[in-house]
């Protein structure tokens, strides 16, 4: 009997041994689950990076285009009548000639006569205002012994010298238009130019004021450029003389630099644009060493305008709406509306909306939001005027 009640009381024990060791261990795997999940606990603020940025004074450079043309264009025609007896061997189309450059000849002979004609008449009427003014002299002494009312504008010959230097003056321009058109025989050409056209040949017979070629002068070319009216805020009170650099395309770009010279001082109608004209000294390289550029390309032109003062250059990716983000002493998100007064390239320029004191977020959540807790990328800061420079 003592020996079953023994047994009892071990099964007892090994039934409660059992049962604590199973509370035991539940209690061990409850604590080393939440441990597990407190390990497993995610950070699911998103990350960003951040930099600051510095205000600068900054040029603006306006960009435009257009074609260069020739600053003067000159219609060719015979002063005077005759047979074209040469023609120079580069005035034909595409042919470039230089400042006083012969281009054609006209049969002479004519003119020739003509102007010593002129000169035998110039002589004759030299000697006749010789001859009349010794006349006047002897009426002159003459008349000192002679009575007043006897003495007069006919006795002193002052008519017939009259008329002699008349004839003088009346001898002097014909000789001087004979020996004009004498000059007008031999045409040449008036600039450096490019020979856009010629319509006379060797033998041909030419009438005064026939068109014989249209030449362009190539010691300068225009661009005449179009300003828009965002643009025109920037440009300086005073544009002529500003330096501006032109660029052609294609395979081979040619950069060459001109000057302003000029508004042309209308604003078109139809674009409500005004237009301003680049001059480019030589561009056919006829006296420098540089690249040509030809008549009818269509090319690139910069130049520098105002210079703003104290303004940030942002990268355009980072503002939308004209809304920027940035990020507060407790790492959370803030939208920030800017002031943009002009875009250049990738960049904005803003005024107005930023302090140098801020931190502008540079890669922004998929949904940012006002208040969003953020944890930096890292903790070094660039500067984005370093980097846009």
């Known amino acids: 009997m003592q020996e079953k009640m023994q047994k009892k009381r071990y099964k007892l024990l090994a ?67 005759g047979e074209v007896t040469s023609i120079h061997p580069a005035f034909v189309a595409g042919g470039v000639v230089q400042r006083g450059d012969i281009l054609f000849t006209i049969e002479a002979d004519n003119y020739e006569a003509a102007v010593l004609q002129a000169e035998s008449e110039l002589a004759r009427a030299q000697a006749a205002l010789i001859e009349e003014q010794a006349r006047a002299d002897v009426a002159a002494r003459e008349a000192k012994n002679l009575p007043k ?27 001087k238009i ?62 002529a003389g500003l330096r501006a650099t032109i660029k052609t395309s294609g395979q081979t770009p040619v950069t060459r630099q001109g000057t302003i010279t ?28 540089g690249p040509e550029v030809k008549f009818g390309e269509y090319v690139d032109v910069q130049f520098t305008g105002i210079t703003l003062q104290n303004v940030y250059k942002i990268p355009q990716a980072l503002i939308n709406r004209r809304i920027i983000w940035t990020l507060d002493d407790e790492n959370k998100m803030r939208s920030r509306p800017v002031s943009v007064i002009r875009e250049e390239g990738k960049f904005f320029l803003v005024n107005e909306g930023i302090l140098p004191t801020d931190r502008i977020v540079t890669s922004l959540p998929e949904y940012p939001q006002n208040g969003m807790e953020v944890k930096l990328i890292k903790d070094d800061i660039d500067v984005i005027a370093n980097e846009s420079e």
């Open 15 to 81: 039934t409660v041994l059992i049962f604590g060791f199973g509370v035991a261990g539940m209690i061990g795997i409850k604590a080393t689950a939440e441990e597990e999940k407190e390990k497993d606990k995610v950070d699911t603020r998103p990350t960003v990076s951040v930099q600051t940025v510095t205000t600068l004074n900054h040029p603006v450079v306006i960009s435009t285009n257009g074609e260069i043309a020739p600053k003067e264009a000159t219609a060719l025609s015979a002063q005077v009548t």
């Open 149 to 175: 009312n006897k003495v007069s504008d006919l006795y002193l010959r002052k008519p017939q010298l009259l008329s002699a230097e008349a004839n003088l003056k009346s001898a002097q321009s014909s000789l």
């Open 178 to 239: 004979a020996q004009k058109n004498l000059r007008d025989t031999t045409v040449k050409a008036p600039y450096d130019a490019l020979i856009v056209s010629r319509d006379i040949g060797v033998g041909q017979f030419v009438n005064r004021g026939v068109k014989i070629g249209m030449i362009n002068n190539i010691e300068t070319a225009e661009v005449i450029i179009p300003i828009a009216g965002f643009d025109t805020p920037f440009l300086p009170e005073e544009i």
């Open 262 to 289: 000029r508004d042309l001082g209308v604003v078109d109608q139809r674009t409500r644009m005004s237009h301003i004209v680049v001059e480019i000294n030589d561009p056919y390289s006829m006296n420098t060493a």
